[in-house]
């Protein structure tokens, strides 16, 4: 099993952001993803969730409304869209398949002036 996260960098507050997370060695069509993000210092925390299908998704209170999680099954691939980026969402991003058992490693977003 292998998790590729990539576009994260430096961005300043407002602005918006694509994370991709491209998964391969399971079957990703049939199972669901998650998010989770670790800011400088802080423990990890747990951002979003989608669905097989999406036919769910969830979010984190601070990120709801702003972020949208999508997937691409065709192409193994999971996004998260971050729009009106705070200070606060400056983190290391990690997809983490429904099982817990396997984690990307991680891109980092910068949300700064």
């Known amino acids: 099993v292998q998790l590729v996260e990539s576009g994260g960098r430096l961005v300043q507050p407002g602005e918006s952001l694509r994370l991709s997370c491209l998964a391969s060695?399971?079957?990703?069509?049939?199972?669901?993803m998650n998010w989770v993000r670790q800011a400088p210092g802080k423990g990890l925390e747990w951002v979003s969730y989608?669905?097989?299908?999406?036919?769910?998704?969830y979010y984190q209170n601070s990120v709801k409304g702003r972020f949208t999680v999508s997937r691409d099954d065709a192409k193994n691939t999971v996004y998260l869209q971050m729009a009106s980026l705070e200070r606060e969402d400056t983190a290391t991003y990690y997809c983490?398949?429904?099982?817990?058992?396997?984690w990307g490693n991680g891109t980092l977003v910068t949300v700064s002036a």
């Open positions: 983490v398949t429904e099982s817990w058992d396997f």
């Open positions: 060695g399971f079957d990703f069509s049939n199972g669901a």
């Open positions: 989608i669905d097989i299908g999406e036919e769910n998704s």
